[in-house]
């Protein structure tokens, strides 16, 4: 199977700008996350989409949205860009089950920066 | 926020020696993982241990965890250059699998 994929890998913006950002998971995953990643805070969860549905949020403002289509694949968009938002964006998949021994399977990521 | 700590920040060693790594987490968990990260790539799944393991092992890789001092460990053994990357350890949020909190981090440097 192939594996989590990304679009952009990439991707330079400026303040004030918005970006959309997007996964496409593993063929029969229906569950995908979203991390972001900086120096500073580390690793930190945004949210989680099933089934079209956001299950879960992390501590982000609301300028942080995603969704998720019919086929698993899933956006997250950044509206009004700070600098505080570059950082490295990671989708994760996994299987439909609830297990919370369920392994997640990370794509290679978008590398945001804002200028 | 970051589940917990993960020491060392760095460790720098020789090839085919071992390296361990130590997680400390907050909350009680029903298991605890264990990730790679090559140089700001994404997450390669290592290793799961559940609250009731104590030790567990794959290939090269042992994870030890004491719940009662919310700790873990992970130890690689006969390290290679090809082990050098970034080490994490995440615990599942409020039991869902899905919403990771992560340690720190180590970052491991094997010299050949």
């Known amino acids: 199977k192939a594996g989590v994929t990304q679009t952009p890998r990439y991707l330079i913006k400026t303040r004030g700008q918005q970006v959309t950002l997007s996964c496409s998971p593993i063929?029969?995953?229906?569950?995908v996350s979203w991390y972001q990643q900086t120096p500073g805070q580390g690793l930190q969860f945004l949210f989680e989409y099933f089934s079209e549905t956001q299950r879960n949020k992390g501590n982000f403002p609301g300028r942080f949205s995603g969704r998720q289509f019919s086929n698993s694949r899933s956006e997250m968009n950044v509206s009004t860009l700070e600098l505080g938002d570059s950082a490295l964006y990671l989708c994760?998949?996994?299987?439909?089950?609830?297990?919370?021994?369920?392994?997640?399977?990370f794509g290679p990521g978008t590398r945001l920066t804002v200028l | 926020s970051q589940q917990g700590e993960e020491d060392p920040q760095a460790l720098s060693i020789q090839e085919g020696e071992n390296a361990t790594m130590n997680c400390s987490y907050k909350t009680s968990i029903n298991n605890l993982q264990w990730y790679r990260q090559n140089s700001g790539r994404g997450l390669v799944h290592l290793i799961l241990i559940r609250s009731n393991e104590r030790e567990k092992h794959s290939g090269r890789l042992r994870v030890t965890l004491d719940t009662s001092k919310k700790s873990s460990s992970l130890l690689i053994t006969a390290s290679r250059a090809a082990d050098t990357a970034s080490y994490f350890c995440?615990?599942?949020?409020?039991?869902?699998?899905?919403?990771?909190?992560f340690g720190s981090g180590t970052q491991l440097t094997v010299l050949p």
């Open positions: 063929s029969g995953h229906r569950s």
């Open positions: 994760a998949s996994s299987p439909e089950g609830r297990s919370s021994t369920d392994t997640q399977y």
């Open positions: 995440a615990t599942p949020y409020s039991g869902s699998a899905r919403q990771l909190t």
